[in-house]
């Protein structure tokens, strides 16, 4: 059977329209393990790592929600935001784990594209590679992100140390440069919702995968949810009334915007049609 990444990359680039291909062609690869030279990452080719997941079980996993959904649509709320410059973001998705974190992480999965618009919300320009250690990496990562300011459209280049789990899906990182930012730093985790445990697991509700795999029969359906914390201080300039609260405003709207194209994505991958 093949890399589970490697599938859901191939599939979630072909449920949603990523751009002009010409634009892709010119993208080259980037990262390879335990480099320490800065490559372009954007369209890197597959490559076969270890994974950390039961790859049978993602690929059960998949046809559980794809046949789920014909009959009763999953909902994923919009994302929660609490806080000033401390954000505590919360917001769930119709997809494993595994999943989820494949799309917030692999610079190649790119969820954060706006077919309506026809743009780019975020799109990763480099990664550096500083350490690599079984599921862990440490890595520079370059990033551009799109603000809406009025009518316009501006891309904020993004900077940042980023320490990846993939076995835990954890992540923390902090900014090496943001525009504007004196603080900018924040981690996140993907935790598994046991999406059908109260309708199968009646007499005992489950505490691990392994419990509600045997409550369920298999046949539960695991989805995410995903807990942020964003920290952010504009410097001292820009960080007094009005500037402050519109920076913050700004900050905030690009978040949830970011997380509700990731949402779409878990929609569309559990609704596009294939062959089992």
């Known amino acids: 059977m093949g890399n589970t990444q490697q599938t859901l990359k191939v599939r979630f680039?072909?449920?949603?329209?990523?751009?002009?291909q010409e634009d892709e062609s010119k993208r080259s690869e980037d990262v390879?393990?335990?480099s320490v030279s800065e490559k372009n990452t954007n369209n890197a080719p597959p490559k076969n790592k270890k994974v950390y997941h039961d790859e049978t079980e993602e690929l059960k996993q998949e046809k559980l929600w794809h046949d789920a959904e014909k009959?009763?649509?999953w909902y994923d709320a919009p994302p929660k935001v609490k806080g000033?410059?401390?954000m505590n973001i919360e917001f769930t998705a119709g997809i494993t784990p595994d999943g989820v974190y494949h799309l917030l992480t692999d610079p190649q999965s790119g969820p954060f594209f706006d077919?309506?618009?026809w743009r780019r919300l975020m799109e990763n320009k480099s990664i550096k590679v500083l350490m690599e250690d079984g599921p862990r990496q440490i890595a520079k990562v370059k990033k551009s992100v799109i603000c809406d300011l009025l009518w316009w459209s501006i891309p904020i280049?993004?900077?940042?140390?980023?320490?990846?789990?993939?076995?835990?899906h954890k992540t923390k990182y902090k900014k090496e440069k943001?525009?504007?930012?004196?603080?900018?730093?924040g981690d996140y985790k993907v935790e598994p919702i046991f999406a059908d445990q109260e309708r199968l697991c009646k007499h005992?509700?489950?505490?691990?995968?392994?419990?509600?795999k045997k409550c369920s029969g298999g046949e539960g359906k695991i989805a995410s949810k995903v807990t942020m914390n964003q920290y952010f201080q504009p410097y001292l300039l820009f960080n007094i009334p009005p500037v402050s609260w519109c920076i913050r405003g700004i900050t905030i709207k690009t978040a949830k915007t970011l997380l509700e194209a990731l949402q779409k994505t878990a929609t569309d991958f559990r609704t596009a049609t294939r062959n089992y």
Do not use: A, T
């Open 157 to 168: 280049p993004i900077n940042l140390i980023v320490d990846e789990n993939k076995k835990d």
């Open 13 to 20: 680039i072909s449920i949603n329209q990523r751009g002009p």
């Open 84 to 86: 000033l410059y401390h």
């Open 32 to 34: 390879e393990s335990k």
């Open 204 to 212: 005992r509700l489950p505490k691990s995968r392994e419990e509600y």
């Open 115 to 117: 077919v309506k618009k």
């Open 178 to 185: 943001v525009m504007l930012m004196k603080v900018f730093e």
């Open 71 to 73: 009959k009763h649509p």
